[in-house]
């Protein structure tokens, strides 16, 4: 029996390590990526996307409120609207579920970018015409972003 056991734990020891590297918190040098659009099933969206490298990782406490522009279709966001929504991010529509909680915080140097440049391009959201939010995206320009917006990627080669 306990042959068996040592066995069972050798076949499950990579996806062991596996889940512990997506779960550990990005390290400066670490490719990240933030994307919008790409819905749907047949016609699919265009995606759009910021990609950069980890520059740094912080915490800081965050009052987490209720969300601005609630009742607003999303479609219909203003540039003002989208920077709100950013800086409250995260938060809830709830105004029982309000709280402090620590977030945690990406520097992403940009090294690469699509975003549209009309509303008939995509969606409405945080890239539109070369811009992330209201900062224009140049190569190695830093932004400052929420952790859980950003995904990992690989570094181009």
């Given amino acids: 029996m306990p042959l068996r056991s040592l066995v069972l734990l050798v076949l499950l020891l990579p996806f062991v390590a596996a889940a512990d590297d997506a779960a550990r918190l990005p390290a400066a040098g670490d ?4 994307r919008e659009g790409g819905q749907g099933y047949i016609l699919t969206a265009p995606t759009y996307y910021v990609r950069g490298t980890v520059a740094g990782v912080y915490t ?14 999303r479609a219909q966001y203003t540039r003002e609207d989208w920077q709100r929504f950013a800086e409250a991010w995260p938060c809830v529509n709830d105004p029982a579920r309000a709280r402090e909680i620590e977030v945690v915080r990406i520097r992403l140097q940009v090294d690469d970018w699509d975003t549209p440049w009309a509303l008939q391009h995509g969606r409405n959201g945080m890239l539109m015409k070369g811009h992330f939010l209201a900062t224009e ?4 320009v830093v932004l400052d972003i929420d952790g859980t917006l950003l995904e990992r990627c690989e570094a181009p080669s």
Avoid at 31 to 34: E, I, P, S, T, W
């Fill in 137 to 140: 995206l140049q190569q190695g």
């Fill in 60 to 73: 800081r406490p965050h009052r987490v409120d209720l969300c601005p522009n609630r009742g607003k279709p």
């Fill in 31 to 34: 490719c990240a990526l933030f």
